[in-house]
């Protein structure tokens, strides 16, 4: 299983450049976000953190246009129609990975949560290992439409990198509760870390499909 190596795409070149493009917009809007919180934590909500976030947004109004581009393609010109849907379902479930990193960049900006220094270092371990996530997510759902031998590897890692983050997070938001910050304080920091974590999780159900989906192939 999953050892065949052999493009979807035949004869529909600009559908695989769409494709592409909304994977290269979830490697971005992890990049961006990543920057994003770098300026946070250096300057909270200031011009240059705004300036960051709205490249995130940008990316995601782009990548509703692309995933509305391949819904339109893959129906009106009738293109693969035998994985049609679940080249939807991919598509879709990519776009939620996006919204998930704008939506949480502008919670930051709107409710400009103090982050105590003594928090800090897991804050910055978890949103690491949420963004290498849903990289390794964009990589190995890429893979599916190209190669299958690589498709298991990459899932690989985002199960584990979903785990440690999923161990990050309670570590963290226990010393949060564990702190003597005000109490509503304390719910405003659990809450984004909360919303931090489920970038990862936005990511494993991508792959738990993605999985499904190359077993359909390969049956």
Not at 69 to 75: H, R
Not at 78 to 93: G, T
Not at 106 to 127: A, D, G, S, T
Not at 188 to 216: H, N, P, W, Y
Request: charged share 35%; with cysteine.
């Amino acid at each position: 299983m999953f050892d065949i190596k052999l493009s979807i795409f035949s004869g529909t070149r600009i559908l695989e450049q769409k494709i592409d493009e909304m994977h290269d917009k979830v490697m971005e809007s992890s990049l961006f976000f990543k920057e994003a919180f770098e300026i946070y934590m250096r300057e909270k909500r200031s011009a240059n953190y705004r300036r960051s976030s709205k490249k995130i947004k940008n990316l995601e109004s782009e990548a509703d246009t692309l995933r509305r581009d391949i819904e339109s393609q893959l129906y009106i010109q009738n293109l693969i129609p035998d994985l049609r849907a679940d080249v939807l379902q991919m598509v879709e479930n990519l776009d939620k990975v996006i919204n998930e990193f704008d939506e949480v960049a502008h919670k930051f900006y709107i409710e400009r949560p103090v982050i105590p220094p003594e928090f800090k270092e897991k804050f910055h371990i978890l949103v690491d290992q949420v963004c290498e996530c849903a990289e390794n997510m964009s990589i190995c759902s890429r893979a599916f439409f190209r190669d299958f031998a690589t498709v298991r590897d990459y899932s690989r890692k985002v199960y584990f990198l979903e785990h440690e983050s999923d161990k990050t997070w309670a570590a963290l938001k226990q010393d949060v509760f564990d702190s003597d910050l005000e109490l509503a304080h304390k719910i405003q920091l659990s809450g984004l870390i909360g919303e931090v974590a489920d970038i990862a999780d936005r990511a494993e159900d991508c792959i738990d499909a993605v999985l499904i989906f190359t077993i359909k192939r390969d049956i």
